[in-house]
């Protein structure tokens, strides 16, 4: 197999699979620090005595259904990365201060939703160091506890103290997030690497990557920004911004996922045959029987083969090279708050954190 050799090109702003990037719980210490109290887990159970039919006979049976099933699935840790993102960009609109916890949490939610409803689609095992939603209270439940999250953002938004039109908005957001996640899962779920020529791999797996991962991010950024009154200009960049770093993150977790210490998540896109920036890698770098071998080594897999031989020939194709093509697509998203009028400290935090998220990843 050859070295790679590929250009390294990041897919553009214009071009999030539900983000479940990098090691689990490793922040950087000034985002942790900022973030402590917000407990997704928390504010659901907090809340759940004021959701419709909390009290009484029926309410006992929605606890048992679907609220206290909930509470236990949102109460396991995760690495709040959207909220993180949510902070940025309110704080590169307004410099100083933080935005409210239960606006943090709007995407973290959503991604929650993401999650379960993947699970179920992935027929996956675990989830955040617990059995997956479904394992435990069956596929019907967990789909709908996640419909019911995927429209409680919207209740929660309505609570806010915000301007209508910034409501409005930000209502709008959330939508067009949702439709361009589920897009993008339409991609994941209903293609396989094989099934595709081999020059057209890198460009969908740029347009899922962005669909999945890249717009919910945006969201959290846009989000931020708008909430705290930035001008439409300022808030259509720090969407671009929240885009291209969903989708370098995404390109770090595909791209990593081969190596030894996590082969478990590589097994599990190898086996279904899905298109990720391994595959996009090597489509670009490798000859026509080189990459004809691996995609009939990935249907192989797909039938119930060891996928381990497949793992190791990708991660040598991949190569420091791959790492450096995520590095430079996550520079493209420090380079859009680089030529912005911004507040410098917001920048320096934010560009801080992208490093530490970078470095998570060894």
């Not at 719980?25 to 504010?43: I, W």
């Not at 809340?47 to 606890?63: T, Y």
Request: aromatic share 6%.
């Amino acid at each position: 197999m050859k070295a790679l050799a590929v250009s390294a090109s990041a897919p553009s702003a214009g071009s999030e699979r539900p983000l479940a990037v990098g090691p689990r719980q490793r922040r950087t210490a000034g985002a942790a620090d900022a973030l402590a109290d917000l407990d997704l887990g928390a504010f659901f159970e907090h809340r759940v005595s004021e959701l419709p039919g909390a009290e009484g006979v029926s309410g006992m049976v929605w606890q048992e259904t679907l609220y206290r099933p909930l509470a236990q699935f949102l109460s396991r840790p995760g690495k709040l990365l959207r909220a993180r993102l949510l902070r940025h960009g309110w704080r590169l609109v307004d410099g100083c201060g933080d935005p409210p916890p239960a606006l943090c949490l709007l995407p973290e939610i959503l991604h929650s939703a993401s999650l379960i409803v993947d699970d179920i689609q992935d027929g996956a095992e675990c989830r955040r160091d617990g059995p997956a939603l479904h394992r435990l209270i069956g596929p019907e439940r967990a789909l709908n506890a996640a419909n019911w999250l995927y429209f409680w953002p919207y209740a929660l938004l309505e609570e806010m103290r915000l301007p209508a039109s910034r409501r409005r908005r930000a209502a709008q957001l959330i939508t067009a997030a949702l439709l361009d996640c589920h897009r993008g899962q339409a991609l994941d779920l209903g293609v396989q690497v094989w099934t595709l020529p081999q020059h057209s791999v890198a460009s969908l797996v740029a347009e899922q990557s962005r669909l999945k991962t890249g717009c919910l991010t945006a969201l959290c950024t846009g989000l931020g920004a708008l909430t705290a009154g930035g001008s439409a200009r300022r808030v259509a960049l720090l969407m671009r911004f929240g885009e291209q770093v969903g989708v370098a993150l995404q390109m770090l977790d595909d791209l990593t996922a081969v190596l030894p210490s996590r082969h478990d998540k590589a097994g599990e896109d190898l086996r279904f045959g899905r298109p990720t920036w391994v595959w996009a890698l090597a489509a670009q770098s490798c000859n026509e029987g080189e990459y004809l071998m691996l995609t009939q080594q990935a249907r192989a897999a797909a039938a119930g083969a060891d996928w381990r031989p497949l793992c190791a020939l990708l991660a040598e194709v991949v190569g420091e090279a791959g790492r450096a093509a995520a590095h430079e697509a996550l520079a493209k998203a420090g380079d859009l708050l680089a030529a912005a009028s911004l507040p410098e400290a917001a920048v320096r935090e934010v560009l801080s954190e992208l490093a530490g998220l970078e470095r998570a990843y060894g």
